[in-house]
């Protein structure tokens, strides 16, 4: 049975979140640390070499990135987390239990660093949506065999949305769980554009994935706060 976890972090100009994430990761065990670059231009390549992590760069791009690091991974298991987030130790052995019990893929429990209403909420929704419809993003530590990352040939190459449609391949073929130890989240993102704004925008985004809008235009539009023309 699986020992180990590949623990994948995908980073574009990261530096002041990663000597908080890279100290609190050197605190698990059973794990190595790859940290998949797109093209920094700050310090975060500079942080990261004071560490001992696995670095690979190349061309931005979340999926891409992703693949990239999983290219370097030797363990059996894959955890993909994101630069902004902080993972419970605690996860890491029940992501290794649910691997011995047969589960195939799955997340952690997510939960935000501020402990607001509004936050807790949409930790809430987001953990619900992720147990009852196997659907999940990438902020929520997302975690699967190697093996089976490999057989579904990772995450797409799209700008946006890699991570709902690397679940939605996952989810009707492999057995899913969700882990009781949390991933703490940042808040950065809906601090940045206003809480109630960025979760609308999130939601719709969502819609026009499903409706059939390109992940392209969907990117051009989360960049740019233009309207979308279908």
Request: hydrophobic fraction near 40%; aromatic fraction near 10%; charge should be neutral.
């Amino acid at each position: 049975m699986p020992t180990k976890i590949s623990v994948i972090v995908p980073i574009l100009n990261e530096e002041e979140c990663l000597p908080e994430l890279l100290e609190s990761l050197q605190l698990i065990s059973s794990i190595e640390i790859i940290i998949s670059d797109g093209g920094s231009g700050d310090r975060s390549l500079e942080i990261c070499s004071r560490y001992p992590v696995k670095m690979v760069t190349g061309s931005a791009g979340r999926g891409m990135q992703l693949n990239r690091g999983a290219q370097l991974a030797t363990a059996p298991v894959l955890l993909f987390l994101h630069a902004d987030c902080q993972l419970e130790p605690i996860v890491v052995e029940q992501v290794l239990e649910a691997i011995k019990e047969g589960y195939h893929w799955g997340c952690a429990t997510m939960d935000f660093d501020e402990r607001l209403p509004f936050y807790r909420g949409l930790a809430f929704f987001s953990n619900l949506r992720a147990r009852y419809w196997k659907s999940c993003y990438g902020d929520q530590a997302i975690w699967c065999r190697k093996d089976v990352f490999l057989n579904i040939g990772g995450f797409p190459d799209i700008p946006l949305m890699e991570d709902l449609a690397f679940s939605h391949h996952l989810r009707s073929k492999y057995c899913f769980r969700v882990v009781a130890g949390r991933v703490i989240t940042s808040t950065r993102r809906f601090k940045d554009g206003g809480p109630l704004i960025t979760l609308i925008k999130m939601q719709v985004l969502k819609v026009l994935y499903f409706l059939g809008v390109s992940p392209e235009r969907l990117y051009d539009y989360y960049q740019q706060g233009r309207r979308v023309s279908l």
